[in-house]
């Protein structure tokens, strides 16, 4: 950056302005923090709309992949992977049910009842069109199907088209994964989600009925399709209730249902009161959804310290001040949100916070957000609270795609049992991600405000270069410290500090990444530009050593493999690619934020709002209709390629907006002051 005669950047001022200003952020802290305790409060409540107690029913301790968790958690994940949602949404309804959502233990209930009416609800999802041809169906016939439309013969005589499903899953998974086509891997994915409905419906899963002695394990209803019904499990009080419970609901019996309900759960409750407990502690999380408040309050947060930076030329000092402390106090709320959520998971799971790669998303979101919280505090340039807010709403909605897995709090691979290494390694290594995450997202800020405003200064240019260079450091030091310790655990468990395997060289690219960052400064290397550059690049390389290496596969930390995700990891990894090399095409003289500083405006103030207002009315709503059509299904995700071009659009319109009405508002202050007195 350029120098200038006299800084335009100020730090923001957190005292002085008017009362109503100084309240402002302490009253919307105050309706925040009332928002959220209405919402503990009613999830405690008990929500019994229905003849049926379901949400009683969702209360009740199941043993499902090694875990013993509430019937509602069980329901919730299995539709989450058959149909992608965690409720019943209105095209799932039936006529009559009305046109609000329902939750999924509804349908879980009914489909473990042998109720009609989970035989005909469209909960599969289906997203191929070479699936969809498949079954008879074209993209014009949605993408939800239900149940019965595969296991109802399509006419007379023909057989139903879930044993063609079901040749044409055993077929494709027999082909080499490499060499394996789109079709292939839905076919697939269909079969796994039919075969789920199928275990569901019989009552194999999940175990039902809890262990009465020492020594015994939980059974389930069906142990095993070709036998029938369990007989071990029907001697036991809490079979015999069950099954009584599901007679009821087939019959449309509520009271029976009810009655049935109430003595198997209070059974339940006198044998495994600890796992009773925690299954209805659980069940009220799932309806509390704390991440799903947290995306929302991390966009206002967001938004707000936005609008106090893009303010501050035209706002009085106590209006940005209060305006940049209310987003610092709607981001302190979310981060205790935040954290409450990660304590509550750590309890339920009896393990540290990091076990898998949903929660490796929610703990880096956390650390990211709260280093950036200290560094806001220090430097209250507003830069840091925008980069906490984004990186918050980024690493929420990866956890929101991971979760459609299943189970997010599952049973730890054997290799990973140890919670001492989790407290340890993991926990040390998944911060110097979020501390490189942190660097990137700071490196973005300058590199948009520079290229795209007119806010950057000296001052804030400095200002930000201290702070991704502290932040490096950081970052170095907690990768170097994880790495080591995890090559100490691998010694203890595989009896070899390192193998050169696919994510301990993930490990090791992140310490040399943030190293070189590190020398290229100290040595003269580069300069403020430079560093930023380098430092968004620490970005993909961290992307590669947390997704990319699992993706492979291979190696001994395969445990983490996920696979459908090269397609987001290249759009990610590409528009990161583009951030970097815009700067470097453009040199730093004809960064508008430097050219504004020897150059006046290229257009007249009225022409700039005009055309920076269309500029960002244009980018929000496209990127509105891409995130819509993402969540819907129904857009490619290669269109995201244009992400890069949709940010600098945004910003560059931000940055022509307020700078116009700036420019205008100054016109009008010194027509006023040319006025006669008497005017």
């Known amino acids: 950056m350029s120098e200038s005669k006299q800084d335009r950047f100020e730090t923001i001022e957190t005292t002085g302005g008017s009362k109503v200003l100084r309240a402002l952020p302490y009253v919307l802290a105050a ?11 009613k999830v405690t409540q008990p929500d019994e709309l229905s003849r049926f107690h379901y949400d009683t029913l969702g209360k009740v301790p199941v043993s499902q992949d090694g875990r013993v968790k509430p019937f509602d958690t069980v ?9 992608q949602k965690q409720s019943l949404m209105d095209e799932m309804l039936l006529k009559g049910e009305g046109t609000s959502d329902k939750p999924a233990v509804i349908w879980l209930a009914e489909l473990m009842a042998g109720r009609p009416e989970a035989m005909q609800r469209r909960v599969i999802r289906i997203d191929d069109p070479g699936v969809l041809g498949l079954i008879g169906k074209t993209p014009e016939d949605g993408q939800l199907f239900s149940f019965g439309e595969f296991m109802n013969p399509p006419s007379e005589g023909a057989e139903p088209i879930y044993f063609e499903v079901g040749r044409q899953a055993e077929r494709a998974d027999k082909v080499r994964d490499d060499l394996r086509k789109p079709f292939d891997e839905h076919v697939i994915g269909l079969m796994r989600k039919l075969s789920l409905i199928q275990r569901l419906r019989i009552n194999a899963t999940p175990f039902v009925v809890p262990p009465e002695v020492q020594g015994d394990e939980w059974v389930p209803i069906v142990k095993d399709p070709r036998e029938g019904l369990n007989e071990f499990a029907l001697d036991r009080k809490a079979g015999q209730t069950w099954q009584a419970m599901m007679k009821a609901l087939r019959d449309d019996n509520h009271q029976a249902f009810n009655s049935a309900l109430q003595d198997h759960l209070a059974f339940k409750q006198d044998f495994v009161p600890a796992k009773a407990r925690k299954a209805a502690f659980e069940q009220g999380y799932n309806r509390y959804a704390p991440f799903s408040k947290g995306i929302a309050l991390y966009i206002l947060a967001g938004l707000m310290g936005l609008l106090a930076m893009l303010l501050r ?15 610092m106090a709607v981001l302190m709320i979310v981060f205790v949100l935040h954290t409450a959520a990660l304590i509550v998971r750590i309890w339920l799971q009896g393990r540290p916070p990091v076990t ?4 490796s998303a ?7 957000v709260g280093g950036a919280i200290v560094l806001e505090k220090i430097t209250k340039l507003g830069v840091a609270s925008l980069a906490a807010s984004s990186a918050g709403v980024a690493t929420l909605l990866v956890a929101l795609h991971l979760s459609k897995d299943g189970d997010t709090m599952g049973v730890m691979q054997a290799v990973l049992d140890s919670n001492f290494w989790l407290g340890t390694h993991v926990i040390t290594i998944t911060l ?11 490196a973005i800020c300058y590199i948009v405000f520079g290229m795209t405003t007119s806010l950057m200064d000296r001052k804030m240019a400095r200002a930000i270069a201290g702070m991704v260079y502290a932040v490096i450091c950081f970052a170095l030091l907690f990768s170097f410290v994880g790495t080591v310790l995890g090559g100490i655990w691998a010694d203890q468990s595989w009896g070899r500090f390192w193998g050169w395997d696919p994510k301990e060289n993930g490990a090791i690219l992140i310490v040399l990444m943030n190293a070189i960052i590190l020398h290229a400064r100290w040595g003269h290397l580069v300069k403020e530009r430079g560093i930023m550059v380098l430092a968004i690049g620490g970005n993909i390389v961290t992307i590669w050593s947390w997704f990319g290496t699992n993706m492979l596969g291979v190696g001994l930390h395969a445990y983490g493999f996920m696979d459908g995700a090269w397609a987001v990891l290249t759009v990610i990894g590409t528009n990161i690619l583009l951030l970097m090399s815009l700067p470097l095409w453009v040199p730093t003289h004809l960064w508008y934020t430097n050219y504004r500083l020897k150059h006046p405006p290229l257009l007249p103030p009225l022409q700039q709002v005009m055309i920076g207002s269309g500029l960002l009315i244009v980018g929000v ?3 509105a209709a891409f995130l819509t059509m993402t969540l819907m299904g129904t857009l490619n995700i290669y269109y995201w390629f244009s992400a890069w071009l949709l940010l600098f659009m945004m910003a560059a319109g931000l940055g022509q907006l307020i700078e116009g009405v700036r420019v205008c508002w100054e016109q009008r202050e010194e027509r006023l002051k040319g006025l006669p007195a008497s005017a």
């Open 356 to 359: 898998n790669l949903y929660s």
């Open 621 to 623: 709503l496209t990127t």
């Open 362 to 368: 929610v703990f880096i979101g956390w650390g990211i």
């Open 432 to 442: 110097g991600y979020s501390a490189t995450f942190l660097a990137g997202f700071i």
């Open 75 to 83: 329901a919730r994940n299995a539709l989450l992977q058959i149909s």
């Open 31 to 41: 309706v925040i923090a009332v928002y959220l305790l209405m919402g503990a409060y």
């Open 313 to 327: 030329p035209i706002l009085p000092r106590d209006g940005y001040t209060a305006l940049w402390r209310s987003g």
